[in-house]
């Protein structure tokens, strides 16, 4: 079937498939405009109101910081704990310190600044996605297990697994290795920069609006194929939901009457980050033709490490 479709239209079998399910997005959308001009608006302030001030200056501050040559001394005394748990540069550390803090999408825009800056390698920056790309206290505690769990000790839960499955999923990828001419090309790609604040507002702006358009168009994504969901047991269908958009999953799961089923499959969509987070981070690595594939399987191997710690976690705690 693959083999003939790719025959019949000259086309490989991936953009068929895309160029279908974007007629079917546009055909949803035409069917019920009003209904979709709401989703996007949803988006937008879900974008405006909890993204926007939450995350634009952590981007800006941490591109600023990370523009400074400062920062490699200040993370050099980490260099044994960088070195032994990940083979990655001491500064590596810094990466993982302000994703943990910032949250999605602030781990991978750090990495793909320190590596335009030529501060790390390409296989350095491969390693770092691995355990750089995650969220902050103030989504996981604040807004999922605060807000919509209404447990302070679910958001604590999911954080803590959320950082050993990204400490975990580190480990797992130390010895990851590019092939030689892909270390050539990172070296030859790699450039000192200087430290100019319109460069860094114009760059975390252009940033931060690219992550609200994915949001919004995400939104939209969801509303197309509520249909289809509706069809599938309700926890099913809203592991669905934050395996699109992280947000809108959890909103869903904290209402499943399970609290136990509901952290874990929370647990997951947290650390994968949904289609939605993981398109804001491919964005941001952009200028590393970071592999889709390979950071893909790194996010599903984030979300089952993490759902196995919450596992162990909610067992003995809720």
Not at 111 to 132: P, V
Not at 138 to 165: D, E, Q, R
Not at 192 to 211: E, F
Request: proline share 4%.
């Amino acid at each position: 079937m693959k083999n003939y479709l790719t025959k019949k239209v000259g086309q490989p079998f991936w953009v068929v498939a895309l160029t279908m399910l974007i007629f079917f997005f546009l055909f949803c959308m035409i069917l019920r405009p009003e209904k979709f001009i709401q989703q996007g608006l949803n988006g937008i302030s879900a974008w405006a109101f909890n993204v926007l001030p939450s995350v634009f200056p952590f981007m800006f501050f941490t591109r600023t910081l990370s523009s400074l040559n400062i920062m490699s001394s200040l993370c050099r005394p980490f260099s044994g704990l960088s070195k032994v748990c990940f083979k990655t540069p001491p500064i590596s550390v810094y990466a993982f310190m302000m994703a943990i803090f910032s949250g999605y999408p602030v781990g991978t825009k750090t990495i793909a600044d320190l590596y335009l800056q030529g501060k790390i390698s390409k296989e350095d920056a491969f390693k770092m996605t691995s355990f750089c790309s995650t969220s902050g206290p103030m989504f996981i505690v604040g807004a999922v297990g605060i807000g919509m769990f209404k447990s302070a000790t679910v958001g604590y839960i999911l954080f803590l697994s959320h950082v050993i499955g990204a400490i975990l999923n580190g480990i797992i990828f130390r010895n990851f290795k590019l092939k030689e001419n892909e270390k050539l090309e990172s070296q030859s790609e790699t450039k000192n920069t200087t430290l100019d604040i319109s460069d860094i507002v114009v760059n975390s702006t252009t940033a931060i609006l690219s992550v609200g358009a994915i949001i919004t168009i995400f939104f939209i994504v969801i509303e197309c194929f509520s249909p289809l969901l509706s069809l599938l047991p309700q926890n099913i269908a809203f592991l669905f939901e934050g395996i699109i958009e992280i947000t809108k999953g959890c909103i869903d799961l904290a209402t499943l009457p399970n609290q136990f089923i509901a952290v874990i499959l929370a647990s997951f969509v947290v650390s994968f980050g949904g289609i939605s987070t993981i398109l804001q981070s491919l964005t941001m690595l952009s200028k590393l033709k970071m592999p889709v594939k390979l950071f893909v399987f790194q996010k599903l191997l984030h979300g089952i490490l993490a759902m196995l710690t919450a596992i162990l976690l909610a067992f003995l705690i809720l």
